[in-house]
Structure formats: structure tokens, C-alpha cells
């Protein structure tokens, strides 16, 4: 009971601000309702409209093409911890400067990154300048990249989080295990696959998961920088759900896709766990 009596506040407002809510939206996805009307049932209809809406279905697309930046961002984090797990002159302010993305804000981001990617901005004049591009690209105006660029934008607000959970867990890995390592004669290669990245299997599962429900859960990065365009090419599964929910008042519609992205995570943060887990 005392266990329970701690819990209990935490459980009163996870209840009240996520499971009610989480539980109501979900029924609501069935329904037709509406703030003016009385609110009907009507099963699978809100669901068959969006799986029939193409930029709907084109969203979910591109919402599944974001996982393609989960092993960038993971490879990549867990080699700047083992970079900044040595010591080095000066290497808090190089890991300083590697979380600074994760406290900015979205808002501070988009603007800085807008002004890169505008075809006269910075990115193009150094691209330019080496001549490695003959004319500035339309990095956030091009259908055909503008989601890779945002991509980017979101993998580079991610790194340092990450960053920071891999070094926790290499400064956690007991010494004498590497050492012993050493006694007999394995190179710093073998020690890093035979020990280290066995001892970090715990934290790279989670940290997959959180980067694989991250990446589905794209919005913010949209909503900021190019608000879905050009040609609806940046919409994703939530951004479309915030569209027809809060932009066009179509809340049954929002709440169905909503669901969907919400059964996407789930199911994907089971096959992690089940291929991710930690062998004993």
C-alpha cells in the first residue's frame, strides 16, 4: 500500500491529462462527432475516408520513410559518445555544444534552418563557393528533397540527446572487464564489439525505440518549416491529423488517423523489443 500511496498522485494526473483522453480520442475515431451535433457512431467510416484520402495515405508514406534516419542517428550518436567519453582538452564544451540542439527550441530551430536552406541562404553561397552546385537549390521549395531536409533538420535536433545516453552508458561499463580484455592481448576494436556494445544492448533498445516513435511522430519540424508543402510533399501521418483536426475542425477524421499512427508505434516498438532485447 505504501508503494501505491507514492504512485498515486503520478497515476491521478497520467489518468486524468493521458489515459482518459488517449481512451476517449480513441472511441471518438468512431464516431462522427462534433462540437454543434449530437455525436452517431458510425464504425469504420472516418477510417475507410482516410485510408481512401491520398494525401493521407501519402503522409503515412513519408512518416515511414523517416525511419530511415533511426540507424543515422544511432550509429551516429553512439560514435560521438565513444569521441567524447575520452578525455580530451576542452571536451565538455564539445559535448556542450552537441546537446545545445536538444534544449532550443523548435521554433528558434526552424527560423535558423529556414534562413540555411532559403536558396540565398548560407548553405547554398558555401555550396556555391566551392562550386560543387552551379545554381541555388531549392532545398525546402523542391518536392523531391524538402523532406530530406527536414529529415536532417530532425536528426540534427536528436544526435546530441542520444549522444548523452550512450555516454552514460559507456562510462557505466566496468573497467576491469576492460582491462582483463587487454590482459588478453584483444585490440581496442575486439573490446568495443565483444564488450562494449554488448554492454550497451539495453540502451540501444531504448534508445531505438524513443528514435522509432520520434520519427513517426514527426510534426513539429513540418509545421515549422515548410507547414506541409510544396505540393503537400512534406505532409506526414500527424501533420495531416493536426490539418484536418485543428486547421479544418474534421476532429473525427484527425482522431482516426491519429489512431493509426498510435497502432504503427505500438507495433513497431514490439518488433524492437522482440529483435532488440538483451540476451541474459
Known amino acids: ?11 491521478v494526473l497520467l489518468a486524468v491529462f493521458s489515459f482518459w483522453p488517449v481512451g476517449y480520442g480513441s472511441y471518438l475515431a468512431f464516431t462522427d462527432y462534433s462540437l454543434i451535433r449530437e455525436t452517431h457512431w458510425v464504425g469504420l467510416d472516418n ?41 580530451l582538452p576542452g571536451i565538455r564544451l564539445f559535448r556542450a555544444a552537441f546537446y545545445v ?3 532550443t527550441t523548435v521554433s528558434v530551430v526552424g527560423i535558423m534552418w529556414g534562413f540555411m536552406f532559403h536558396e540565398q541562404g548560407a548553405l547554398n553561397y558555401v555550396l556555391m563557393a566551392l562550386r560543387l552546385v552551379d545554381a541555388p537549390v531549392g ?12 529529415m536532417f533538420v530532425t536528426m540534427w535536433r536528436g544526435l546530441g540527446w542520444y549522444m548523452v545516453m550512450y555516454l552514460a552508458a559507456l562510462q557505466a561499463v566496468p573497467q576491469d572487464m576492460q582491462e582483463a580484455a587487454l590482459l588478453d592481448g584483444a585490440n ?5 564489439w565483444k564488450i562494449t556494445v554488448p554492454m550497451l544492448r ?3 533498445m531504448v534508445c531505438s525505440i524513443l528514435s522509432v516513435l520520434a520519427a513517426l511522430k514527426a510534426y513539429q519540424e513540418v509545421d515549422v518549416l515548410t507547414q506541409g508543402g510544396p ?21 473525427p477524421r484527425a482522431l482516426a488517423a ?8 505500438i507495433a513497431i516498438a514490439l518488433v524492437c523489443l522482440r529483435y532488440l532485447k538483451p540476451r541474459r
Open 47 to 87: 477510417f475507410r475516408y482516410i485510408f481512401g484520402n491520398e494525401m493521407f495515405v501519402s503522409g503515412l508514406g513519408n512518416s515511414v520513410l523517416f525511419l530511415l534516419m533511426v540507424p543515422i542517428v544511432q550509429v551516429g550518436a553512439l560514435a560521438l559518445a565513444v569521441l567524447v567519453n575520452n578525455r
Open 202 to 204: 539495453p540502451t540501444i
Open 258 to 265: 491519429s489512431f493509426v499512427v498510435t497502432l504503427l508505434c
Open 231 to 251: 505540393m503537400n510533399s512534406t505532409f506526414t501521418a500527424l501533420y495531416y491529423a493536426y490539418d484536418q483536426g485543428l486547421k479544418h475542425l474534421k476532429l
Open 188 to 192: 581496442r576494436w575486439q573490446r568495443f
Open 1 to 11: 500500500m505504501t508503494a501505491w500511496l507514492f504512485l498515486a498522485p503520478a497515476l
Open 101 to 103: 540542439p536538444v534544449v
Open 139 to 150: 532545398w525546402l521549395s523542391d518536392e523531391r528533397i524538402a523532406l530530406f531536409a527536414i
